[in-house]
């Protein structure tokens, strides 16, 4: 079964860090691109970052670059997401999707997701 | 950042009803995008990719259109299962971008 997990979420204060973690299964990790996903309760969708399978190409979110990486180990099957300098409007329901490949370039499998709050 | 309009934000429609939803991007962006359907507490699910593709396992009731600005998602034949909300993606370039979405819901 193709599975994703996150994990690492929490209740973090403003200004503080925090590393989400997607355990990937059932399939060869390696070879797809990997994505972040956020839902703020109540809003919608919110591309975050993306990763190619290599780690060569990455790209963000205008709202989250410069204080967000997303990084990857092949050999361990993961995908994270470092957030640092974490503020409120953070907060949000965190989803990692595989993108398809095989010509599906959308994202076809996505875990349940992590939640993060950023509160004082 | 290419920002995604979409249309309606929501739609009241009846079992059986022919449902057109709109996206439109503020730039040429091929037929890159998708379109996503979620349901209350759930993960996004692929529905169409590349603009017109049917993602596998999707009911053919589902169909896009559209390439550079302007896009379509067409469910033919509303069922009670295609209640949720839908989203648009573009992926042509980074960032990528979401539409507002739109909540279909019960009439």
């Known amino acids: 079964e193709v599975k994703l997990v996150e994990s690492g979420g929490g209740l973090v204060q403003p200004g503080r860090s925090l590393r989400l973690s997607c355990a990937a299964s059932?399939?060869?990790?390696?070879?797809?691109?990997m994505h972040w996903v956020r839902q703020a309760p109540g809003r919608g969708l919110e591309w975050v970052s993306g990763?190619?399978?290599?780690?060569?190409?990455?790209g963000y979110a205008d709202s989250v670059r410069g204080r967000f990486t997303v990084s990857r180990d092949n050999a361990k099957n993961s995908l994270f997401l470092q957030m640092n300098s974490l503020r409120p409007e953070d907060t949000a329901l965190y989803f990692c999707?595989?993108?398809?490949?095989?010509?599906?370039?959308?994202?076809?499998?996505w875990g349940q997701g992590t939640t993060v709050t950023v509160s004082s | 950042a290419i920002q995604m309009t979409q249309s309606p934000s929501s739609l009241s429609a009846s079992v059986g009803d022919r449902v057109t939803i709109t996206c439109r991007a503020s730039?040429?962006?091929?037929?890159?995008l998708g379109w996503y359907q979620q349901k209350p507490g759930k993960a996004p699910k692929l529905v169409i990719y590349?603009?017109?593709n049917l993602q596998s396992g999707v009911p053919s009731r589902f169909s896009g259109s559209g390439s550079g600005t302007d896009f379509t998602l067409t469910i033919s034949s509303l069922q009670p299962e295609d209640f949720a909300t839908y989203y648009c993606?573009?992926?042509?370039?980074?960032?990528?971008?979401f539409g507002q979405g739109t909540k279909v819901e019960i009439k």
């Open positions: 999707a595989k993108i398809g490949g095989e010509g599906v370039t959308g994202m076809d499998v």
């Open positions: 059932g399939f060869n990790f390696a070879a797809y691109g």
């Open positions: 990763i190619s399978r290599t780690s060569g190409s990455k």
């Open positions: 730039q040429d962006i091929r037929n890159d």
């Open positions: 590349a603009a017109s």
């Open positions: 993606l573009q992926d042509y370039i980074y960032p990528w971008t």
